[in-house]
T-cell receptor
Framework: EDKVVQSPLSLVVHEGDTVTLNCSYE??????LLWYKQEKKAPTFLFML????IEKKSGRLSSILDKKELFSILNITATQTGDSAVYLC??????????FGTGTRLQVTL | ETGVTQSPTHLIKTRGQQVTLRCSSQ?????VSWYQQALGQGPQFIFQ???????GRGNFPPRFSGLQFPNYSSELNVNALELDDSALYLC???????????FGQGTRLTVV
């Protein structure tokens, strides 16, 4: 059975800090790893990673995939209170279904 | 905003009742997936529809069923509701053969 594990489960940081969120996966016929931000209801798409070692960046957020070690990290630099959310990681294989982790709850305080 | 719309946004039902949730996919997306997200958990895959046919199913009992219509909109039906069915139900649409999925706002179902 496919499995995705995220760590830490929750994190409290001060505004301006840099955080690293972790995601390890075991997905049959792995195709891609996706990161989402969930603030209230709808998970919002952040990144999709398919190739190992290639960093994807969007503003203060970046992510990288290691297909040999089966993990991904999401970095957020210079955190802001608006970054407070649950960050979900999901793996997908040939079935195209997403297998999600339980998420990392990030709280950024002033 | 993703263009994926779900209705209703909130719903309260009594144990044993039946419920239908609706989803309109983003324009051009013919693949729709449904997920159940319990409080404090990640979304769990229920099933996926592609061109009006079920294209994969997660570990959910048969009382969870679905439909996809020619315009690619979709319904999730749950019969004989149980208290544990209380959750956020998310619909996601994607382009053919793409793993990049875009989610709607979800329907919060409470079973009492």
């Amino acid at each position: 059975e496919d499995k995705v594990v995220q760590s830490p489960l929750s994190l409290v940081v001060h505004e301006g800090d840099t955080v690293t969120l972790n995601c390890s996966y075991e997905v049959t016929n792995f195709r891609s790893l996706l990161w989402y931000k969930q603030e209230k209801k709808a998970p919002t798409f952040l990144f999709m990673l398919t190739s190992s070692g290639i960093e994807k960046k969007s503003g203060r957020l970046s992510s990288i995939l290691d297909k040999k070690e089966l993990f991904s990290i999401l970095n957020i630099t210079a955190t802001q209170t608006g970054d407070s959310a649950v960050y979900l990681c999901a793996g997908t294989g040939t079935a195209s279904k997403l297998t999600f982790g339980t998420g990392t709850r990030l709280q950024v305080t002033l | 905003e993703t263009g994926v719309t779900q209705s209703p946004t909130h719903l309260i039902k009594t144990r044993g009742q039946q419920v239908t949730l609706r989803c309109s996919s983003q324009s051009g997306h013919n693949t729709v997936s449904w997920y159940q997200q319990a409080l404090g958990q990640g979304p769990q895959f229920i099933f996926q529809y592609y061109r009006e046919e079920e294209n994969g199913r997660g570990n959910f009992p048969p009382r969870f069923s679905g439909l996809q219509f020619p315009n690619y909109s979709s319904e999730l039906n749950v019969n004989a509701l149980e208290l544990d069915d209380s959750a956020l139900y998310l619909c996601a649409s994607s382009l053919p053969h793409s793993t990049e999925a875009f989610f709607g706002q979800g329907t919060r179902l409470t079973v009492v």
